[in-house]
């Protein structure tokens, strides 16, 4: 998948170490070159979300069988997922104010290692439903979260319309012909509460959420275990 090096600026006397995807784009691949630009910027460190909002539910979608590709794309025993630190700090906000409503938030994914965008895109290659490589992904740079809302009295996820990751016109935020009025509101309070605190809505996806790229965000494929041993030290 990634076949050249090459080393950027990284401060007087570092340099960051980045491969260039077959898709030339630069990817941040190790976890040496992350934690420079973590002591560059502190807003690009990555926070495990539920070290933050510890009551969010997690169902990492694409560590099981039970996703679009009907394989684990993620390794079977991953348990965490992560976001920029701007990002997560958001997503505690939106879960603390949806609990003062009677919701909670389910996590389907958030992190996503750059070679699972290439491995979705292969045989996919809509750009509304999946990434393109050649751009990189807001899921590869720590900036985009896919969930749902959990009903706290029943536990029960709420009734959304579509499943996740439905490729189809029903789960674009514009469907309203015959969408029934619980599922509208359902999707709107989500909707809202997500935008209140900074987060943008993708289009085609009512589960998709995206924080501003306003810091040239590096696209990343450091696998999960690494990543998290980096963030806990």
């Known amino acids: 998948m990634l076949f050249r090096s090459i080393f950027l600026p990284s401060g007087p006397a570092k340099a960051q ?24 910027d502190s807003a690009k460190k990555m ?44 997503l505690a906000k939106v879960q603390r104010q949806l609990m003062t409503t009677g919701y909670r938030l389910k996590i389907f994914d958030a992190y996503r290692p750059y070679g699972v965008t290439i491995s979705f895109w292969e045989p ?6 999946v990434a393109n490589p050649a751009k990189g992904s807001g899921h590869n740079r720590g900036l985009a979260v896919d969930l ?34 619980e599922i509208a ?8 509460t997500m935008e209140q605190n900074g987060f943008t809505a993708m289009e085609s996806e009512w589960w998709h959420y995206n924080w501003p790229n306003d810091k040239n965000y ?16």
């Open 47 to 90: 926070l495990e979300l539920r070290s933050l909002a510890p009551d969010l539910v997690y169902e990492l979608r694409y560590a099981s069988t039970n996703n679009f590709m009907k394989k684990r794309m993620y390794p079977k025993n991953t348990s965490h997922t992560f976001l920029r630190a701007p990002a997560a700090r958001a």
């Open 124 to 129: 996919i290659k809509d750009e509304r439903y």
């Open 17 to 40: 170490k980045m491969t260039i995807s077959q898709y030339g784009v630069a990817v941040l691949d190790n976890v040496q070159g992350y934690l420079q630009t973590v002591e560059k």
């Open 218 to 233: 590096e696209v990343m494929d450091i696998p999960f275990r690494k990543l998290q041993n980096a963030v806990k030290n």
């Open 185 to 192: 509101r359902a999707r709107g309070i989500l909707k809202e």
């Open 148 to 181: 749902t809302l959990i009903d706290i009295k029943t536990g029960q996820e709420v009734n959304m319309g579509t499943a996740y990751d439905s490729f189809t016109d029903t789960a674009h935020h514009s469907f309203t012909k015959n969408l029934p009025p």
